[in-house]
C-alpha cells in the first residue's frame, strides 16, 4: 500500500496543518505557495483518508490534523484562529468578568462588531456571559484549556498579544489578571 505522504506537495501540506491547526484553506495556500487546484486536490485526498479533519464553519473550511485533536480543542482553535475573537479571549483570560463596555476600550472597533463576536464565541461554547445587574460579565469557559493552546500553537499566530500574553502566564501563572500581576510586583525599596 503506498504511503499517502509519499508525495511531497501532500507531505508539506501535512505538515502545514500538523504545525498549524485550524488554518483555514487559503491560510494553508499562502503558507505551502500550492496553486489552488493542487491543494484543493492533496486536501480532499488527505480529509478522505482521514489524515486531515475538515471542519466547515460559518464561510471558511479549517483543516486539522486527523486524530490529534478533539472537537473542542478544534472549536477553541477555530476562534482563536481569528484576530478579533482571539483578541476577546486574550482580554477575557487576562481580566475575567470584564463587561461589553471594558472589552472595548482595547479595541478599535464599534461595539456592535463586538457584540456579533461575543455572540459566536458564546454560541461556540467558547466564552460565558453572566448577568449580575444591570451588566453582563463575561469569562473564559475553560481558560485552563484555552491558554495551553495559545502556548502550544503560540508561533503559529504571528501576534503579538499572544506573544505578550504567554510571557505572563509563565512568569505569573495561570488565572492571574492584569491587575493582580501588577499588584503583585514587589515595590521598589525606599530612597
Excluded at 7 to 28: A, D, Q, Y
Amino acid at each position: 500500500m503506498q504511503d499517502p505522504l509519499e508525495l511531497e506537495n501532500r507531505k508539506r501540506i501535512f505538515e502545514c496543518v500538523r504545525g498549524s491547526p485550524g488554518l483555514h484553506f487559503r491560510e494553508i495556500q499562502r503558507r505551502t505557495t500550492l496553486p489552488i487546484g493542487v491543494l484543493e486536490y492533496h486536501l480532499n485526498y488527505l480529509v478522505d483518508r482521514s489524515i486531515v479533519t475538515l471542519d466547515k464553519q460559518e464561510n471558511f473550511s479549517r483543516y486539522y490534523p486527523g486524530g490529534q485533536l478533539n472537537t473542542e480543542k478544534q472549536r477553541i482553535l477555530s476562534s482563536l484562529r481569528q484576530e478579533i475573537p482571539r483578541g476577546i479571549m486574550l482580554y477575557l483570560l487576562r481580566n475575567p468578568g470584564a463587561t461589553h463596555g471594558e472589552v472595548l476600550t482595547s479595541f478599535t472597533i464599534s461595539g456592535g462588531t463586538l457584540s456579533y463576536h461575543i455572540k459566536k464565541l458564546v454560541a461556540k461554547g467558547v466564552i460565558r456571559l453572566e448577568k449580575v445587574g444591570r451588566e453582563s460579565r463575561m469569562t473564559v469557559l475553560d481558560p485552563d484549556k484555552v491558554s495551553d493552546l495559545l502556548i502550544i500553537y503560540r508561533r503559529t499566530f504571528f501576534d503579538k498579544l499572544v506573544d505578550e500574553f504567554v510571557a505572563r502566564y509563565v512568569e505569573h501563572g495561570p488565572a492571574v489578571s492584569e491587575s493582580k500581576a501588577d499588584a503583585e510586583k514587589p515595590e521598589p525599596p525606599p530612597p
